[in-house]
């Protein structure tokens, strides 16, 4: 299994571009998520979805879209880019099979500047 | 809601001897889980120790292990033995039993540990 995978690693954009983060799983987790980490602040959550064509916000959704159109998918659009959104993103999935809540797995991040 | 404290920014450690990192939480619930992240300068937040607050014993994984108490509302864990790859920034995390839907990780803001050769 390759996990949570996320593209690109890096990114840079200008004041008022759009663009979409990728994140895919293949581990068949009902559950994913985005979060962002700045520097001091820890993780917080973006938006999460608890299955396909379903999604939340979560505690600073404001400047993102997703959408969750198959279990293994989960993108994160980024409408207008504004200097506040430079930060490094992570995304999550997990599952309760079983009824059991599992640990989140995180994909290795993108970081991205926008100038 | 849920808030996540670590009070420790950063700490250090000599190679080979024992640290302990706090943390507390503030939550209104019985039952929930607690976790410990690592993230490395690799930036890939993994796993290192999660407890589930209906179990007594505290969780152990080969030289790491957690103080849990409940009524306190603590959570710390402690390194034994520290090995130079245990450098790297670790997060405390809070997560709700019940509510399938509900499995947002509320974070502290991390402590910083550097290990000392």
């Known amino acids: 299994n390759a996990g949570v995978t996320q593209t690109p690693k890096f990114q840079v954009l200008k004041t008022g571009q759009s663009m979409t983060l990728q994140c895919a799983q293949d581990m068949n987790h009902e559950y994913m998520s985005w979060y962002r980490q700045d520097p001091g602040m820890g993780l917080r959550l973006i938006h999460y979805?608890?299955?396909?064509?379903?999604?939340d916000q979560g505690e600073v959704p404001n400047g993102y879209n997703v959408s969750r159109s198959t279990t293994e998918d989960f993108p994160l659009r980024l409408l207008s880019a504004a200097p506040s959104q430079t930060s490094v993103y992570f995304c999550?999935?997990?599952?309760?099979?079983?009824?059991?809540?599992?640990?989140?797995?995180f994909g290795p991040g993108t970081r991205l500047t926008v100038t | 809601a849920q808030t996540v404290t670590q009070s420790q920014p950063e700490m250090s450690v000599q190679e080979a001897e024992t640290v302990t990192l706090s943390c507390t939480y503030d939550?209104?619930?019985?039952?929930?889980?607690l976790f410990w992240y690592k993230q490395p300068p690799s930036r890939q937040m993994i796993l290192v120790i999660r407890q589930e607050a209906y179990k007594q014993q505290n969780a152990t994984e080969n030289r790491f292990s957690v103080n849990f108490q409940k009524a306190a509302k603590s959570f710390s864990l402690k390194i034994s033995d520290s090995q130079l790859g245990d450098a790297a920034m670790y997060f405390c995390?809070?997560?709700?039993?019940?509510?399938?839907?509900?499995?947002?990780?509320?974070f502290g803001t991390g402590t910083r540990l550097t290990i000392i050769p």
């Open positions: 999550a999935s997990s599952t309760r099979a079983g009824g059991i809540a599992y640990e989140q797995y």
């Open positions: 995390a809070y997560r709700t039993l019940y509510n399938f839907g509900n499995e947002k990780l509320t």
């Open positions: 939550t209104s619930e019985s039952d929930y889980y």
């Open positions: 979805s608890v299955g396909a064509g379903i999604t």
